[in-house]
T-cell receptor, first 120, second 110 residues
Framework: GAVVSQHPSWVICKSGTSVKIECRSL??????MFWYRQFPKQSLMLMAT?????????EQGVEKDKFLINHASLTLSTLTVTSAHPEDSSFYIC????????????????FGDGTRLSIL | DAKTTQPPSMDCAEGRAANLPCNHS???????VYWYRQIHSQGPQYIIH?????ETNEMASLIITEDRKSSTLILPHATLRDTAVYYC???????????WGAGTKLIIKP
């Protein structure tokens, strides 16, 4: 159980294009979803946290108008990189958790396989 | 967040038990210890977590000291596919965010 599917796994596109990445929890309801970015040889950096039906909370330094997050249902969250440029090229990873509120720390995050985004 | 300290790298022979240590001396009473791993070019994988009691699942065992200031992840029979970076993380109870350090790069050798 606890499978998270992320799509697409690899994207190559031209500068200025907007790219949408989907994250689905296949066999559980994900109250909270997280989006991370990872540059080569570095650790994951949290970009934003989203709870179903509410606006995402972005980490400091992450532009909310650049990285649009929608968490419309308990099984789907999307990240749209708008007007992507070469510096947005990275490995984007989502995770999903059943937890919210008190006691949520007892719920692990389950991760997708990531999306490798290359902007030319 | 309770900060964690892990050795940067470890080697282990295939078939032997891999014991990965983690120090979390500032952990508070209601904070859990989580272990994840990331195999190269893949998303992280949840392994196990615990609060104060030792835990075991199909992947690993987690041994937490009585004072909760350190823990050890045990992979009982390491295989080549266990080569990965292993992360010990203590998320805050208030927001359960995971803060990723450098982890331990575990290399399983044949």
């Amino acid at each position: 159980g606890a499978v998270v599917s992320q799509h697409p796994s690899w994207v190559i596109c031209k500068s200025g294009t907007s790219v949408k990445i989907e994250c689905r929890s296949l066999d559980f309801q994900a109250t909270t979803m997280f989006w991370y970015r990872q540059f080569p040889k570095q650790s994951l950096m949290l970009m934003a946290t989203s709870n179903e039906g509410s606006k995402a909370t972005y980490e400091q330094g992450v532009e909310k108008d650049k990285f649009l997050i929608n968490h419309a249902s308990l099984t789907l969250s999307t990240l749209t990189v708008t007007s992507a440029h070469p510096e947005d090229s990275s490995f984007y990873i989502c995770s999903a958790s059943r937890g919210i509120g008190t006691g949520a720390s007892n719920q692990p995050q389950h991760f997708g396989d990531g999306t490798r985004l290359s902007i030319l | 967040d309770a900060k964690t300290t892990q050795p940067p790298s470890m080697d282990c022979a295939e078939g032997r038990a891999a014991n990965l240590p983690c120090n979390h001396s500032t952990i508070s009473g209601n904070e859990y210890v989580y272990w994840y791993r990331q195999i190269h070019s893949q998303g992280p994988q949840y392994i196990i977590h615990g609060l104060k009691n030792n835990e075991t699942n199909e992947m690993a065992s987690l041994i937490i000291t009585e004072d909760r200031k350190s823990s050890t992840l045990i992979l009982p029979h390491a295989t080549l596919r266990d080569t990965a970076v292993y992360y010990c993380i203590v998320p805050m109870d208030s927001n359960y965010q995971l803060i990723w350090g450098a982890g331990t790069k575990l290399i399983i050798k044949p």
